[in-house]
């Protein structure tokens, strides 16, 4: 099975393009307010006419009652709803019995006790997405660009597809799969210049990155190093999500990409 790489909180006709014609098969729109991704409806339907005809799945990340998802679902009509919020399994069915759709029920990881509420959602959700847990008090819960120590789902058993997030970007999406094994990667803040502007070359770099085109080898292991070694550089040590604000995280993640591009 192919490598499904996601591009998420698209939010223009230039990046969604970029996305598209680079080889993404699967892009991502945010329907939640606190988010610099958020997009206004008419914002969104604009997007869903450029991409119909086009052979991409669409997955759109909602934290919504059910009226305001049916608007969305109606106005874009997508193949994945992307649920990031503290749904139970009770209303992940709820969701899915009344709409229809894919469900990709995103799961945040500190550590490996965060996986006891994989058998109740794996019984409902088509897709588990892995993402960093973001740090007490925050007003999102992913795009916070923290990444989470990939070794928690070296040995997974799960018969569901799963896809891995949290800080991924073209330096580290490699090493994250190779630890992971991962079906699939999904990014928002990683392609960013700033919080919510997608960068179109910054795309690009992580869908060649993400489908082993990169030639560097920045991120291969050395003989002898430790498995905890051979995490990406870019991966903190301790502690392991580091202990930021959001707002913190985000600037430093922006700065960090920007030395990155001028390197």
Known sequence: MSLLVKICGLSTR????VALDSGANMVGFVFFPPSPRHLALETARDLGRQIKRRAVKVALTVDADDAMLSNIVEALQPD????????????????????????????AVESAADLAALPGYAMVADRILFDARPPKGSTRPGGLGAVFDWHILENLDLKLPFVVSGGLNADNVAQALRVTRAGGVDVSSGVERVPGVKDSEMIREFIRAANGERSDRSCDPGEGDSPRARLSPNLPKQPLTPTLSPQEREEGAGTARQRGKKG
């Open 80 to 107: 994945i709803l992307q649920l990031h919020g503290k749904e139970t399994v009770a209303r992940l069915r709820d969701i899915k019995q009344k709409f229809g759709l894919e469900l990709m029920k995103a799961i």
């Open 14 to 17: 230039e990046t969604l393009d």
